[in-house]
């Protein structure tokens, strides 16, 4: 194997390694809900940030500027915009198990699949030995305040594993139920898999409440981030790792022909 194949293999597997790009969330997914069926992400055909990208960045600091994100890219002011608070609503209104609004076993698949997706922190909690969080700013300036310093502000929580599988937990007695479904705010750690928190106030829109959380644009939490999207790219279809080894290849005898030419 000569100077240039040697220099031409590693090319190809980097261009192929590439072409996924890590901390982007867009096209179709979806998730096995409480009842086993499959439920479908909203994505509303755009990408996604993950909120890895941006935990404990303040939003004053990546509006309308340039910023680098916790990974070491650079963004321009103009490549990413805040999700708005109907995107917001739309995609955990999509998460939810439509059935509780705020903690529910019926929550729990949607808040994981946001977990292991977008990203989440870790926290302590008394009852589980898994118990993930993350706040995230979205929305208009003025979307859910008058006032121009302040951001929505919403969350999701996802707690697994419970630390006595033989007790119960109560959850908050201030669930609204949103449905005529009746159903427990007992969690029952040998019946279901865990506990998730999808809420109105936090992101989520039932039509119970037309208020939302709020917090100031300055805030630099380790489990604050910031939800961003853009549009969608056009699909395009990877290059098969053949056709790129002889496409390098066929440039290797170009290059050979011109030398034997000289």
Known sequence: MNKFTKLALPLVFSTIVTTANAGLISGTHEFKNDFGQAQQVELQDLEWLSLDSTFGIARLDIENQSWTDNNGAIWQADDWRFATRQETNTLLNSLSGGLVDGYS??????????????GTKSIFSNNFNDAQIAWFNYGATNACSDDSARTCQGQIRAYADAKDPSSTVGLPASQNILTGNIFSSIFDPLNHAGVGYIAENDGAEFGLRSSATTSIISERHFAVANLLVRNAPVDVPEPAPIGLLASALIGLGIMRKRSVQK
């Open 105 to 118: 076993v019926s929550n729990f698949y949607g808040a994981t699949w946001f977990a292991e997706n977008f």
